[in-house]
């Protein structure tokens, strides 16, 4: 979703691979964050699929990005309900983005 007056980066796709996740480990540094996706797996670890090196400022902006889709999508679409267990499993103390 691009909300309008957005600007928006045009990358060169021919060689992007994309992949889907539904597990993540973020690690944080004074220098950086790195963002390792992968998928479940049962009765196994997630196999890991692809890993992202952020600095300080694009972990920043990827977070308000995210935020600011977040917002558009329930808005637009339908709330998106997080599980109490996988709340309270990793320690999130979620406030709701609308």
Request: with cysteine.
């Amino acid at each position: 979703m691009e909300s309008k007056g957005e600007a928006r980066l045009e990358f060169d796709e021919e060689d992007i691979t994309e992949v889907y996740a539904d597990a993540v480990n973020l690690e944080t540094g004074f220098y950086g964050s790195t963002l390792t996706f992968g998928v479940f797996r049962r009765d196994r670890n997630p196999r890991g699929l692809a890993r992202v090196r952020l600095s300080p400022q694009m972990m920043k902006v990827l977070c308000l990005l995210l935020r600011q889709q977040v917002m558009a999508y329930e808005r637009d679409m339908a709330h998106i309900q997080i599980p109490e267990t996988l709340k309270q499993s990793i320690g999130l103390e979620i406030t709701e983005v609308y």
